[in-house]
């Protein structure tokens, strides 16, 4: 089971941008948003992190999971690929067709997965996501969002077997 994490506006939430940040602080996650995303992370020890974010545009994948708690940094797996850019011009959801690019990748298409993002236009409306208040950030209320899903998910797929 995969988490696909935007980062901007669910771990760095846009308060945090109301006084000036250094260029050390630019690059952390706000410790709130961080413990309750790890919390219910540390719920389900199988699920693994993919990164969506644009910070894989700007930095390279090797400096994301350090920021994230010693014991959740091997989960951050990966980031999505960079798609073709007649690809990303013929579709309206693009951040939705590189996690389908990823999952491909790694020959998992079959695997259930949950996005977390603070612009759900990223993705169909069929597809469920969770998402964020820009401005907070992922918080006690997105926080059981995503363990009501992560639990439905599990008990769909073991109903399914696989």
Do not use: N
């Amino acid at each position: 089971m995969f988490i696909f994490l935007d980062l901007d506006g669910v771990l760095v939430p846009e308060k945090k941008f109301e006084t000036p940040v250094s260029p050390e602080a630019f690059m952390a996650f706000d410790p709130d948003c961080l413990r309750e995303f790890e919390t219910v992370l540390r719920s389900f020890p199988p699920i693994q992190v993919v990164i969506t974010s644009s910070w894989r545009e700007v930095y390279p994948f090797e400096v994301i999971p350090p920021l994230f708690s010693p014991d959740m940094a091997p989960r951050v797996v990966g980031a999505t690929p960079f798609l073709d850019p007649r690809v990303v011009h013929a579709s309206r959801y693009v951040r939705h067709q590189e996690v389908l690019a990823y999952l491909e990748q790694i020959d998992q298409c079959d695997s259930p997965w949950v996005a977390i993002d603070d612009i759900p236009e990223h993705y169909p409306p069929e597809i469920s996501v969770v998402v964020t208040d820009a401005y907070h950030g992922f918080d006690a209320r997105t926080a059981a969002i995503l363990q009501q899903r992560l639990h439905a998910l599990q008990s769909f797929h073991s109903l399914k077997g696989d």
